[in-house]
């Protein structure tokens, strides 16, 4: 129970098979006190279930385009709990047509808002949770491989995860003198909502399968037990990293 008397915020839930649903299992499974978000009123059918699976403490509505809905979710953190412990952003988008294109290519409001839902809005959750973490916490956000290297079909995600990644790494410098720790997941590919809007996928995950020394791919079980560890005390020595969950994938060419 390595996050018991933790209070947790888990934003990016797309349905139970989505790598969030299985990091806030994961949290739930180690003692955690969860609060869980929605995206809007389409969204909430999915992600209720998980709440009720996880014993969520509470299930609010948080669009990041909306800058209201963040400071309602800080505000009822605040007065019910005080404090806010860890955090996991799990968030990404790009429109189809410039994620399916190259990247040269690319339109100017496509990059703007895949870099604002994407990496943006971890800056924003960050600075949000910073009041509430007077006592140090855990920031974690959800990466990939395609950002350090090109992969096929992940397109311009492949740099706007670059720049998660690097504003992970500024969070962590900056936020440290508070006891505030900031990483990056980068799981392999996983079968999720989010991952069949790429081309290709199903290329992803075979080649990751034939790669990895494992020869299988990792599950959202995996990349939760990783979260759980990096949101608890047993991590405090770790900060500005980028974990990989991939069954060793990365270290191939």
């Excluded at 006190?33 to 948080?62: C, F, K, S, W």
């Excluded at 990247?103 to 600075?127: E, N, P, T, Y």
């Excluded at 990895?212 to 990096?230: H, Q």
Aim: with cysteine; net charge negative; hydrophobic share 45%.
């Amino acid at each position: 129970m390595i996050l018991n008397n933790k209070v947790g915020l888990v934003v990016g839930i797309a349905n139970a098979q989505s790598i969030a649903a299985g990091c806030a299992t994961a949290f739930a499974r180690e003692g955690a006190t969860q609060i869980l978000t929605y995206m809007n009123d389409r969204a909430l059918p999915h992600v209720q279930p998980v709440a009720d699976a996880v014993g969520a403490e509470a299930l609010l509505p948080l669009d990041l385009a909306v800058p209201d809905q963040l400071e309602a979710v800080c505000d009822a953190i605040r007065a019910r709990w005080g404090r806010l412990d860890f955090l996991l952003h799990c968030v990404a988008f790009c429109p189809k047509d410039d994620l399916h294109g190259r990247v040269v290519d690319c339109s100017a409001s496509g990059f703007a808002q895949a870099m604002d839902i994407s990496c943006h809005s971890f800056l924003r959750l960050a600075k949000a949770a910073e009041p509430l973490m007077q006592h140090g916490g855990s920031l974690l956000t959800v990466s990939y491989y395609g950002a350090e290297k090109v992969v096929d079909h992940y397109n311009i995600m492949g740099p706007v995860k670059a720049a998660l990644e690097a504003a992970t790494r500024h969070v962590a410098v900056e936020l440290g003198p508070q006891g505030i720790r900031a990483n990056v997941l980068s799981p392999g590919p996983i079968a999720t909502r989010a991952a069949s809007g790429i081309e290709g996928f199903e290329g992803l995950m075979a080649d990751a399968r034939a790669r990895a020394p494992e020869r299988r791919l990792v599950t959202i079980d995996e990349v939760g037990a990783v979260a759980a560890f990096l949101a608890s005390d047993h991590a405090s020595g770790v900060t500005g990293t980028t974990t990989h969950i991939d069954g060793g994938r990365h270290v191939r060419m």
